[in-house]
């Protein structure tokens, strides 16, 4: 059974740089974890989750009850930088789940509550530590909207606007099998890569003149969900510390155990000299950190502040999260709930033309709907279709599932469900995915797109 929902009216005040209240009709009013109701009274399931950020899903009670016993304390809600039991507390639940080494070798940098900021500051702190001027991205990075996160990233349209970007920043190709960036896939696709990134930094002419640091995700997340190849990672560390420049892992979407680990860069057995912690960490709660080897830690008092770094709710929020990942085991129930979003998505793409290729990490996801029509190359790699991806996600929100899209042409449809998402939920989803793509594939045999323009 479908459901339309009528799409909210704009008002005259809304800025034009809206994004979900355009592409999503819908206006949410209540939520409980995977589940949202819509105002007129329909409810949805969510693998959207506000990008990410609602790691333990919507209104959790581990951090309803937090923020509520701090506002009943009598605590201060707003602390700057002093320190505060609510403060200490949470630097040592977030220590405990670094790598030892780390652990043991870092400080933790209070941002304010984005995780573009906590990009900004690694970026500011590389030039500061190493006397370098030029940053090395990765080709399908998305940061943050901030200048100079913006200036990293290649990804999500941020570079379309007609505005200034700082720092100087060198592109590497990221490995990825379904549409290599050299058209071979497999090893021969990723030693290409790895020599791509030692020629950047090996050749007097490859342009880098005076690197400050190497940041990239290791699952591109607004890049379409694809994993880094650990040889290519661990090439990536080898060059960050031949040139004592930080390797800088931006965590914000896929840490917090969204892969089925705390960290992304757990799955190619590497260690980042910096990390950007932001969206799940606080289930809802802004807040973002930077983790900082303490060899870089090298910036002078008030370098980079901000009066909203010190938020006892997120710091109470926060905690909340850490201390129930750790004893709900959550790790081990991502993993498992991945594992089945990944065998579902798999069997509905062997059915489905509009589908091309199929990529998970724990419960982070991403479908890539290709134009069947438009044949494919001699890999097997079809066109991207965008028009499809779009009508994909109208057609799921007919069928009750908030879904998001990405990927270098806008044609993943992506999957973030809360980690606590449940094997019955997960079917769920499953379920309504699956009528959905029957319908766009329908419509595609039919030569009529008309009910999604």
């Known amino acids: 059974m479908t459901h339309t929902t009528l799409s909210p009216t704009r008002t005259c005040h809304e800025s034009s740089a809206s994004t979900y209240s355009r592409r999503l009709a819908i206006i949410p009013v209540e939520a409980q974890g995977v589940r949202v109701r819509d105002a007129d009274g329909r409810w949805y399931l969510d693998c959207l989750c506000a990008a990410g950020a609602m790691s333990l899903g919507w209104n959790h009670p581990v951090v309803t009850e937090a923020i509520q016993r701090t506002l009943s304390s009598g605590a201060p809600l707003l602390t700057l930088d002093f320190h505060h039991p609510l403060r200490d507390a949470f630097v040592q639940d977030l220590l405990a789940i670094l790598p030892r080494g780390l652990a043991d070798d870092c400080v933790v940098h209070l941002c304010s509550p984005s995780g573009a900021n906590a990009v900004e500051a690694a970026l500011m702190l590389a030039e500061i530590a190493t006397g370098g001027r030029d940053h090395v991205a990765v080709q399908g990075g998305f940061h943050g909207c901030s200048r100079a996160a913006r200036g990293v990233s290649s990804g999500g349209g ?173 790790a081990g129930h991502v993993a498992d709930m991945g594992a089945q979003l990944r065998q579902g998505l798999c069997a509905i793409a062997t059915e489905a033309a509009i589908i091309g290729d199929v990529r998970t990490i724990g419960l ?90």
Not at 186 to 191: H, I, M, Q, V
Not at 382 to 405: F, K, M, N, T
């Open 364 to 453: 982070m996801a991403g479908v890539e709907i290709v134009d069947p029509d438009a044949g494919n190359d001699a890999r097997g790699v079809a066109a991207p279709a965008p028009w499809l991806a779009a009508a994909a996600q109208q057609a799921c929100l007919a069928e009750g599932l908030i879904v998001e899209l990405g990927g270098e042409y806008n044609n993943v449809v992506r999957f973030l469900p809360p980690l606590t998402i449940t094997d019955a939920e997960i079917s769920d989803v499953l379920d309504r995915f699956h009528t959905a793509v029957q319908r766009v594939q329908s419509r595609v045999d039919s030569h009529s797109l008309t009910e999604f323009a």
């Open 158 to 330: 941020l570079r379309d606007q007609p505005v200034a970007l700082s720092p100087a920043v060198h592109f590497l190709p990221f490995p990825q099998e379904y549409r290599c960036p050299f058209s071979l896939g497999g090893n021969e696709g990723t030693a290409l890569a790895i020599s791509a990134l030692e020629h950047l930094f090996g050749s007097p002419h490859s342009g880098l003149r005076a690197p400050a640091s190497v940041l990239t995700e290791f699952v591109l997340g607004e890049g379409g969900v694809i994993p880094a190849v650990p040889a290519w990672a661990q090439a990536l560390r080898r060059a960050a510390t031949t040139r004592g420049i930080p390797l800088i892992s931006d965590e914000v979407q896929a840490g917090m155990y969204r892969t089925g680990r705390p960290w992304a860069f757990e799955h190619c057995n590497v260690e980042p000299d910096m990390i950007a912690i932001s969206k799940g960490l606080g289930s809802g709660v802004p807040i973002a950190v930077l983790v900082i080897r303490r060899q870089f830690d090298v910036w002078g008092e008030g370098a980079f502040t901000g009066t909203f770094r010190g938020n006892s709710l997120a710091f109470a929020a926060a905690s909340a999260v850490l201390r129930y990942a750790a004893s709900a085991g959550l």
